[in-house]
C-alpha cells in the first residue's frame, strides 16, 4: 500500500492518558451476595472478576465474569469469602462501588452502583 | 478528474486485537465486520451525539489506518485514549508521512473499496469522490483550488469537516445519516441519535439553499449563487 503508515520503521505511540491505579474499596450488598453463594457453590477458589470496557451509550460498560485467572493486571478483594478481581486500569472507575442484584423479570441481575458515575444509560450497563 | 488538496487530513494507525471492536464501541457506523481491503466512514460522538471527528477506517489487515482531522485530532484523542483501559489498542500519529488529496467528481462504482493507483492509496468512500493519500514522496498535485471544490459540495450537498461536520452539529443534522446503522449495538450518544430516528424528530437537516433565502448564521458553506445550510 502506498501511504506511509510509519509500520516498517519505529513511530512512537501518541500520548496515553493513563489514569493512576487506586486501591478499590467495594462492597456487595445481601442479595448480591446470596446470587453468588447460588453461582460459584462452595468453591470459592473462583473469582468475579469486575471490569470496565469502553463503549455503551454512556462510553464505558461493566463486565462482570466469573473467572478462575485473568492475565490483566489486577488487586484482589475479599469480601465474606468472595474473591472480586478488579482490573489495575480501570480501579479509577470502581472505587466505592457496590455490587448489588436486582430482582425483577425485565431488566434484572447484578447491577453496579457506582459514586464515580456522572450519568449512566437506561439498561444500568453503561456509566460515563 | 479534480483533484484538491485536503489540507486538514491526518493519519493515524490503530494496532491491536481490539482496535476495530474498540472504533465500533465508540462510533456511529458499524465497523466490527469490517474486512481487509475495504474502507468505511463513521463518526465519533459524545454522550450528547454531538460530532468528535467523523473517521474513515482502512483496513490493511494488521492493522487500521484511519483517517481523521488535524483540527481535531488532540479532541478525539482525549476523548478515546481514557477509555483504552486494559484493551490492546496502540495508536500512532503518522500525518507528517503522508499528503491527502480528494479527488472528486467521478462516479466510484467500488465504494467501500481500496486500491493502490501509480503510488497512492485511493479510498473509494462515496460514489461521487475518493479519499487518496501517498507518501510524501510521491507526486499527487491537485488540480483545483478549494473554492471550486466547495462549490461542486454545494451542488452534490456533501458535508465537510469544519463547515458541516463540526463539534456543534450532530451526524444526521450535518447530514452524514448513511453514518448512523440503525441496528448495530450501543455507543456513545447512540441513545439521542436511536430516539431522533425512530420519533421522525431530527430536527435540523443539510439543505442546499439559494443565497439570501436563510438567515446568513445557518449557513454553513457559501456558494456563489448557493449555499448550505443547517436549517429545520
Given at each position: 500500500m502506498f501511504m506511509d503508515c510509519g509500520t516498517c520503521e519505529t513511530s512512537g505511540p501518541v500520548q496515553l492518558m493513563t489514569p493512576e491505579v487506586v486501591n478499590v474499596n467495594l462492597t456487595i450488598s445481601s442479595k448480591a451476595q446470596e446470587m453468588l453463594v447460588d453461582a460459584f457453590g462452595d468453591d470459592r477458589s473462583m473469582a468475579l472478576l469486575v471490569g470496565v470496557l469502553s463503549g455503551g451509550c454512556s462510553g464505558y460498560m461493566y463486565d462482570l465474569q466469573i473467572v478462575e485467572e485473568t492475565d490483566q493486571s489486577c488487586q484482589e478483594v475479599v469480601i465474606e469469602g468472595f474473591r472480586v478481581l478488579v482490573p489495575n486500569a480501570s480501579s479509577h472507575l470502581l472505587d466505592g462501588i457496590e455490587i448489588d442484584y436486582v430482582d425483577r423479570l425485565m431488566g434484572g441481575g447484578f447491577r453496579i452502583n457506582n459514586p464515580n458515575a456522572e450519568s449512566s444509560c437506561g439498561c444500568g450497563e453503561s456509566f460515563a | 478528474m479534480p483533484r484538491v488538496a485536503y489540507e486538514d487530513a491526518s493519519l493515524t494507525v490503530w494496532q491491536g486485537a481490539d482496535a476495530l471492536q474498540f472504533i465500533d464501541g465508540l462510533?456511529?457506523?458499524?465497523?466490527?465486520?469490517m474486512i481487509q481491503g475495504e474502507v468505511r466512514q463513521t463518526v465519533f460522538t459524545t454522550?450528547?451525539?454531538?460530532?468528535v471527528d467523523l473517521a474513515t477506517v482502512f483496513h490493511m489487515g494488521d492493522f487500521l489506518a484511519v483517517q481523521l482531522h488535524t483540527s481535531q485530532l488532540e479532541r478525539l484523542l482525549k476523548h478515546v485514549t481514557p477509555r483504552i483501559l486494559d484493551q490492546k489498542v496502540t495508536i500512532v500519529d503518522v500525518t507528517s508521512r503522508n499528503q491527502f488529496c480528494i479527488e472528486y467528481g467521478i462516479h466510484n462504482t467500488n465504494v467501500g473499496q481500496f486500491e493502490s493507483l501509480d503510488g497512492v492509496t485511493h479510498g473509494h468512500v462515496d460514489e461521487r469522490y475518493s479519499l487518496l493519500i501517498a507518501s510524501l514522496d510521491v507526486e499527487t498535485k491537485p488540480t483545483v483550488d478549494q473554492a471550486l471544490f466547495h462549490e461542486w459540495r454545494i451542488e452534490n450537498q456533501i458535508p465537510w469537516n469544519g463547515f458541516e461536520v463540526t463539534?456543534?452539529?450532530h451526524p444526521l443534522s450535518a447530514g452524514?445519516?448513511?453514518?448512523?446503522?440503525?441496528?448495530?449495538g450501543c455507543y456513545i450518544g447512540q441513545e439521542i441519535l436511536a430516539r431522533m430516528i425512530s420519533r421522525g424528530r431530527q430536527g435540523k437537516k443539510l439543505t442546499r439553499v439559494e443565497n439570501n433565502?436563510?438567515?446568513?448564521?445557518?449557513?454553513?458553506t457559501q456558494g456563489q449563487s448557493h449555499s448550505l445550510a443547517i436549517i429545520r
Amino acid at each position: 500500500m502506498f501511504m506511509d503508515c510509519g509500520t516498517c520503521e519505529t513511530s512512537g505511540p501518541v500520548q496515553l492518558m493513563t489514569p493512576e491505579v487506586v486501591n478499590v474499596n467495594l462492597t456487595i450488598s445481601s442479595k448480591a451476595q446470596e446470587m453468588l453463594v447460588d453461582a460459584f457453590g462452595d468453591d470459592r477458589s473462583m473469582a468475579l472478576l469486575v471490569g470496565v470496557l469502553s463503549g455503551g451509550c454512556s462510553g464505558y460498560m461493566y463486565d462482570l465474569q466469573i473467572v478462575e485467572e485473568t492475565d490483566q493486571s489486577c488487586q484482589e478483594v475479599v469480601i465474606e469469602g468472595f474473591r472480586v478481581l478488579v482490573p489495575n486500569a480501570s480501579s479509577h472507575l470502581l472505587d466505592g462501588i457496590e455490587i448489588d442484584y436486582v430482582d425483577r423479570l425485565m431488566g434484572g441481575g447484578f447491577r453496579i452502583n457506582n459514586p464515580n458515575a456522572e450519568s449512566s444509560c437506561g439498561c444500568g450497563e453503561s456509566f460515563a | 478528474m479534480p483533484r484538491v488538496a485536503y489540507e486538514d487530513a491526518s493519519l493515524t494507525v490503530w494496532q491491536g486485537a481490539d482496535a476495530l471492536q474498540f472504533i465500533d464501541g465508540l462510533s456511529s457506523n458499524k465497523m466490527v465486520d469490517m474486512i481487509q481491503g475495504e474502507v468505511r466512514q463513521t463518526v465519533f460522538t459524545t454522550t450528547k451525539a454531538k460530532i468528535v471527528d467523523l473517521a474513515t477506517v482502512f483496513h490493511m489487515g494488521d492493522f487500521l489506518a484511519v483517517q481523521l482531522h488535524t483540527s481535531q485530532l488532540e479532541r478525539l484523542l482525549k476523548h478515546v485514549t481514557p477509555r483504552i483501559l486494559d484493551q490492546k489498542v496502540t495508536i500512532v500519529d503518522v500525518t507528517s508521512r503522508n499528503q491527502f488529496c480528494i479527488e472528486y467528481g467521478i462516479h466510484n462504482t467500488n465504494v467501500g473499496q481500496f486500491e493502490s493507483l501509480d503510488g497512492v492509496t485511493h479510498g473509494h468512500v462515496d460514489e461521487r469522490y475518493s479519499l487518496l493519500i501517498a507518501s510524501l514522496d510521491v507526486e499527487t498535485k491537485p488540480t483545483v483550488d478549494q473554492a471550486l471544490f466547495h462549490e461542486w459540495r454545494i451542488e452534490n450537498q456533501i458535508p465537510w469537516n469544519g463547515f458541516e461536520v463540526t463539534g456543534k452539529n450532530h451526524p444526521l443534522s450535518a447530514g452524514l445519516n448513511q453514518l448512523v446503522h440503525p441496528a448495530k449495538g450501543c455507543y456513545i450518544g447512540q441513545e439521542i441519535l436511536a430516539r431522533m430516528i425512530s420519533r421522525g424528530r431530527q430536527g435540523k437537516k443539510l439543505t442546499r439553499v439559494e443565497n439570501n433565502s436563510v438567515d446568513e448564521k445557518f449557513i454553513t458553506t457559501q456558494g456563489q449563487s448557493h449555499s448550505l445550510a443547517i436549517i429545520r
